[in-house]
């Protein structure tokens, strides 16, 4: 399998020119390794940053191409070669843009684009560690990161509202019809059609929630859209989005502080109990899996209170330890 990929051929899987066999290879590469998914994340944001800005920028593709050539020479740096990506004569500004961030250097043609469309070009990243943070963006939405998360974007939002995210936040979006509120997670891009949702990525691994208004979601040339109380979970390496009924509220316990399990699977449960403590709780009765759960726990109580609370709805639940595992039978 290939270490490298070329970035003509990932290009063309972008914008959906490649041909099956290079489908084939690029998804094979890009689920070989965080590194590579990372790398193809990098490119989409860049491909669709460019195209924004070619459909604001009054320039020609050749005196785009000019321009920035004159900027790059004048600015004291050294030049570096440029592969040519194959096309036809017509190769527009698109595969432009995006050739010159790929081959040239992100620092050249971000100066010369952020200024062509008056957009601040300071990369702002967010992130936590072992606290929840809260925090307003420049447009005025609001983002409740979860612990171990971070999001990063580029601009005031005023031109375009586009955030690379790990890990898992909830977005409360002030709506702007004319600018799309747009998330990166994996290989996967979720966009705002003024809304509320959260997005959750573990293993690469791809959960969205959509607790108001509307969203789509998209991987690759498949997409869909969820309304209100509907989700979809997409698998590494899965190529169909399907749209489900979500079930329950426990993925908002880090924003309201609380867990509200109404009649939820004690298997449901004990999973978010688990990501949400660090913890490694087990169920070894199968008959109890299912069992309904109605319960609200609050965030800041210890894990032993939590699973006593838990023990105390259902009498047939009993509870061991065994090193670091907890087995509920």
């Given amino acids: 399998m290939k270490q490298h990929m070329s970035e003509d051929i ?15 290879e690029v998804e094979t590469w890009i689920a070989a390794s965080n590194a590579n998914t990372k790398k193809f994340e990098d490119v989409k944001i860049i491909l669709e940053t ?16 000019d321009k920035f050539k004159v900027k790059r020479a004048t600015s004291g740096g050294e030049s570096t070669p440029i592969r040519s990506i194959n096309g036809n004569a017509n190769t527009n500004w698109l595969r432009v843009a995006a050739a010159a961030v790929l081959l040239v250097g992100a620092g050249w043609i971000s100066y010369y684009l952020y200024q062509q469309s008056g957009m601040s070009s300071q990369l702002i ?15 005025g939405s609001v983002v409740h990161l979860n612990k171990h998360s971070g999001i990063s974007y580029v601009g005031n939002f005023k031109s ?8 898992e936040a909830f977005f409360e979006v002030k709506h702007n019809q004319y600018v799309p509120f747009t998330v990166h997670v994996n290989d996967v891009t979720v966009k705002d059609i003024g809304t509320a949702f959260n997005i959750k990525s573990k293993q690469q691994n791809t959960e969205v929630i959509v607790e108001s208004g509307i969203v789509q979601v998209s991987k690759h040339n498949n997409s869909v859209r969820l309304n209100a109380s509907e989700m979809v979970n997409i698998k590494q390496g899965d190529q169909q989005l399907k749209v489900e009924k979500s079930a329950d509220m426990l993925y908002d316990y880090y924003r309201n502080n609380a867990f509200k399990a109404n009649n939820v699977p004690l298997w449901r449960l004990v999973d978010v109990l688990n990501e949400a403590y660090s913890a490694n709780i087990k169920i070894d009765n199968a008959t109890l899996r299912n069992s309904p759960i109605t319960v609200t726990i609050r965030l800041q109580d210890s894990l032993v209170n939590v699973l006593e609370l838990i023990k105390s709805t259902t009498p047939e639940i009993r509870i061991d330890k065994s090193g670091q595992d907890i087995i509920i039978k």
């Avoid at 924004?52 to 005196?63: D, G, K, N, V």
């Fill in 10 to 24: 990932l290009i063309k899987y972008i914008l959906g020119e490649a041909d099956d066999h290079e489908k084939q």
């Fill in 50 to 65: 460019s195209k924004r800005l070619a459909q604001q920028s009054p320039l020609s593709e050749t005196e785009a191409w």
């Fill in 125 to 139: 990243s967010i992130n936590t560690t072992d606290m929840v943070r809260v925090d307003t963006l420049p447009d």
């Fill in 160 to 167: 375009q509202r586009v955030i690379k995210l790990t890990g």
